[in-house]
């Protein structure tokens, strides 16, 4: 055992003067030590061995001795150790993925939900024992350096979560994939409530130290933006484009790990930061000026500040484009050069990269592959045109029609003038096909062209991605349904094989084995841990649904999870959860279509009714609601809401008839690290959106995976999940898709729900006194006018629906015995929803390549 007071022995590194400006791919001449290309050796997996690897990092890398050292000093040093332990295998990746000369996946998002690093990292190299035992051997406790973590919040919500679900199911699966993205410095705000309303704070995840990434300045890249464009005819006769920018930006590589559970394999994380460049410092501080000079940098770097908060209504501002294709020029120049071949025929860059569009916010790749094939590899347009359309593929995320993007082409045109200029070709190009399969049929060909007229000229950027991709998806059977038939039909008709369905997933290594260890160890003792890394083998659980003594420690487990979320959300908010509650759980963006405000319906009905004398409240499940939920901070109804949810739970929890009984909770700032302490306690999942507004959901498939039952609509993955569940298992309610249709077409008329329900009428009648807004009566006209007078997401037609449904849900749960066999259930039938599975789809429906091994 090293001594843990003293520093440990250190070696002064030779004087080496690091070289920042010229980019080096390994020495210049052959290295003759047999160690010069070798991989650093993994440190030892003993607990003495961890211990003096720790210590190592606490003083040669913060600089201190144990005995001084802070919380943070020691997480950044396990931070660091656990890295160590990483790293061979991080290298051996990068070596082998370039012998084969794999195909790898380009996963191209502007989103990734991470979560925190260390407890994936700890459990991907199996460390976790060994560090807890080193760590308590030092007098320290891993959980405490857990929760020293901010998680990087790169994201809003789905989209970004499933792209980090995705990137620890590839590493997992062996398969070569890079993610790019953008490094934000501020992630998604941090929510805030004061008197109950929702205020945003800056997400400062970088403030503590970054243990996880490594910058790469010297592979920086340029950027061009702005300028114009000009026609020049070459010596050989041929006229060619050039595009003369106005000003550009560097980006600056930041590498993560992504480590493959217990399988050796870590891919790469490349996410880009924006920076001046050094010439156009220069020209502005040689200018004299040294206030612009600087304002000119703080220009450059606003690209990757800070993460738009909005998730559904693009609002078609400048910077957010800019972000998109910093982060898109980067990648691909990033691939082209440096991880191929010098003499690498890009005729075959098909063969050696697929890139996943993650929505449309990656989808100004498609003309800057055009652009650097033809402007800058001297491709002729159809050559280029064969590689790009084999090169791209194409996942749709949402049916709102609102959240489909349409850049301004005064803006792209200004921004991009070269590439606003190649999609003008690609779309007169993509028209003529259109108008030979449809000869005379002007009125389609109008129809599909990716330039929009109203209510401005903007390019569609969904028709740009749908004619560029090889394979388009959705992300559940009824939403790829949806994409064919509403969205996108014109291209359906004309490109039928080009649609698929891949149904989302999520991973299970963070989302039960880290989260619920608990419930783990459980499945491990009855059918081996196989199903860590094949979740399929859940089935194998079905069995045990009838098993008393499984029975038990089932609710054992659930029970013991309850009281650590309980302890939580104590010293986190102040929040009291009482004891044996059904936990309802309501976790997801605040938007209209997910219907937050039905389940709030629901609960100042249950108030309304005990409190008025209608409802004893012994005839009560004691139940506890929970949400979390962020708003987008321009989103007012949304943010209302919230206000009220929180202004209803202040009354609820202060109401004497309804103590025990009835319980809201709100913890703020829902995030990855919340929802890992939060879905393994859940009893029950709500998943209530209108029917064919919700592309898949994936907390829907976290929470059924924990045990919980749900209680849903026929809308997105849910339909899938009910499938398999069996609908005994299942608490459907709600109009279905064509039922929604249907009354949207006769005209739907939320008064008519209003008055001739009087349940309804006495909640929405409730909130319109004045009760929960002191007396107010117009506090809350945003939220209760809506759905008295539009409606647009038909709560009012569904409630009814709701309330028999959770009347079932209080029946079942009343029988103890039934709902834990139902819970069971729920796990065993829901390994399908792996994103291990889900990578597998892509893999063979769209990517055609397989796994390394
Ligand atoms: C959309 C937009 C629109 C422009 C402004 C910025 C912005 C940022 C993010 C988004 C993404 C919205 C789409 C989204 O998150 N969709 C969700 O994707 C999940 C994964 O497929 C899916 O489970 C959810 O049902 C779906 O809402």
Not at 98 to 126: P, V
Not at 206 to 224: C, K
Not at 286 to 295: C, E, F, I, L, P
Not at 340 to 354: A, G, K, Q, S
Request: aromatic residues 10%.
């Amino acid at each position: 055992m090293p001594e843990i007071e003293q520093p440990v022995g250190t070696t002064l590194p030779a004087d080496e003067t690091p070289n920042t400006d010229t980019r080096s791919f390994g020495p210049a001449s052959t290295p003759t030590h047999p160690l010069a290309t070798a991989p650093v050796g993994m440190p030892s997996h003993s607990v003495d061995g961890f211990v003096r690897e720790f210590l190592h990092e606490l003083n040669t890398n913060q600089g201190v001795t144990l005995s001084r050292s802070s919380v943070n000093d020691q997480y950044l040093a396990l931070a660091s150790t656990v890295k160590n332990y990483l790293m061979a295998r991080w290298l051996e990746t990068g070596r082998k993925t370039r012998e084969a000369k794999a195909k790898t996946i380009g996963y191209l998002s502007a989103e990734y939900l991470l979560g925190r690093q260390l407890g994936n990292a700890l459990l991907a190299t199996d460390l976790n024992e060994v560090a807890s035992k080193g760590l308590e051997l030092c007098g320290l406790d891993l959980a405490t350096l857990r929760a020293q973590e901010v998680e990087p919040g790169l994201g809003n919500g789905g989209l970004g979560r499933l792209a980090a679900c995705f990137i620890d199911s590839l590493a997992t699966m062996d398969v070569p994939c890079i993610g790019y993205g953008i490094r934000y410095e501020y992630g998604i705000f941090r929510q805030t409530f004061v008197d109950g309303r929702q205020v945003e704070q800056p997400d400062t995840w970088l403030a503590l130290g970054s243990p996880w990434e490594f910058p790469h300045p010297e592979a920086s890249v340029q950027v061009n933006f702005g300028g114009h464009t000009e026609k020049a005819t070459g010596a050989d006769g041929k006229e060619r484009t050039r595009w003369v920018p106005a000003w550009n930006v560097l980006g600056v590589p930041y590498n993560y790990m992504v480590p493959g559970y217990l399988n050796g394999r870590v891919n790469t994380l490349r996410l880009w930061s924006a920076q001046a460049t050094k010439a156009f410092d220069l020209q502005i501080f040689n200018s004299g000026d040294y206030a612009q000079a600087v304002r000119a940098q703080t220009f450059a770097e606003n690209i990757s500040k800070v993460l738009y908060p909005e998730d559904s209504t693009p609002q078609g501002k400048e910077l957010r484009l800019q972000q998109q294709y910093f982060f898109v020029a980067c990648s691909l120049r990033d691939f082209i050069d440096n991880e191929l071949e010098e003499d690498f025929d890009l005729h075959n860059l098909p063969e050696r990269i697929t890139y996943q569009l993650n929505d449309t916010h990656p989808v100004i790749a498609v003309p800057e592959l055009m652009r650097l094939l033809i402007d800058e590899h001297d491709f002729a347009w159809d050559e280029a045109w064969e590689v790009t359309r084999h090169c791209f593929n194409y996942t749709c995320h949402t049916l709102l029609p609102e959240a489909l993007e349409v850049w301004p082409t005064e803006l792209l045109g200004r921004l991009l003038p070269r590439h606003l200029e190649i999609i003008y070709q690609i779309n007169e190009e993509f028209l003529d096909d259109v108008r030979e399969a449809f000869p005379g049929d002007e009125i389609r060909a109008r129809r599909m062209s990716m330039i929009a007229e109203h209510p401005e000229r903007g390019v569609r950027m969904a028709y740009l991605a749908t004619v560029a991709a090889s394979k388009v998806n959705g992300v559940a059977e009824l939403h790829s349904q949806l994409l064919r038939d509403k969205v996108l039909p014109d291209f359906s008709e004309l490109w039928p094989d080009k649609f698929t369905n891949v149904t989302n997933g999520v991973t299970p290594r963070r989302f039960v084995k880290l989260a619920n260890p608990r419930l783990s160890d459980l499945i491990s003792d009855a059918i081996g841990s196989g199903w860590v890394t094949d979740l399929e083998r859940l089935k194998e659980l079905e069995p045990y649904a009838d098993d008393p003594e499984f029975k038990e420690k089932f609710r054992e487990v659930k029970a013991a999870n309850k009281t650590r979320l309980t302890t939580l959300l104590k010293a986190r908010d102040g929040i009291e959860l009482p004891d044996g509650h059904l936990l309802d759980v309501m976790v997801k963006r605040l938007h209209e279509y997910k219907r937050q405000s039905l389940k709030l319906l629901h609960i100042v009905s249950l108030y309304e009714q005990v409190t008025s004398g209608k409802l004893s409240a012994s005839d009560l499940t004691p139940r506890t609601v929970v949400f979390g939920a962020k708003a987008a901070p321009g989103y007012k109804i949304a943010k209302d809401t919230i206000y009220l949810i929180n202004k209803v739970a202040a009354k609820v929890n202060a109401a004497p008839e309804l103590e025990g009984r009835l319980k809201v909770a709100f913890p703020a700032n829902y995030n990855v690290t919340l929802a890992e302490e939060l879905i393994p306690a859940a009893d029950l999942s709500e998943q209530i959106s209108l029917a064919g507004m919700e592309a898949s959901g994936t907390g829907n498939m976290k929470l059924a995976l924990n045990g919980a039952l749900t209680i849903g609509t026929d809308d997105g993955a849910n339909v899938e999940i009910r499938r398999l569940v069996g609908d005994k298992h299942f608490f459907l309610f709600g109009m279905n898709e064509p039922q929604v249709a249907e009354l949207s077409a006769k005209g739907y008329d939320p008064g008519s729900y209003y008055q001739s329900n009087e349940q309804l009428r006495s909640a929405l009648d409730l909130i319109l006194s004045g009760h929960f807004s002191d007396g107010d009566q117009h506090q809350f006209d945003s939220v209760v006018f809506n759905l008295l007078n539009e409606d647009r997401f038909m709560a009012l037609a569904d409630f009814q629906s709701y309330i028999d449904a959770q009347a079932k849900v209080e029946e079942r749960y009343a029988d103890q015995e039934a709902w834990t066999r139902s819970a069971i259930l729920n796990v065993a039938r829901t390994g399908y929803f792996s994103s291990d599975r889900a990578m597998r789809d892509y893999l063979q429906r769209i990517w055609h390549t397989t796994p390394m091994i």
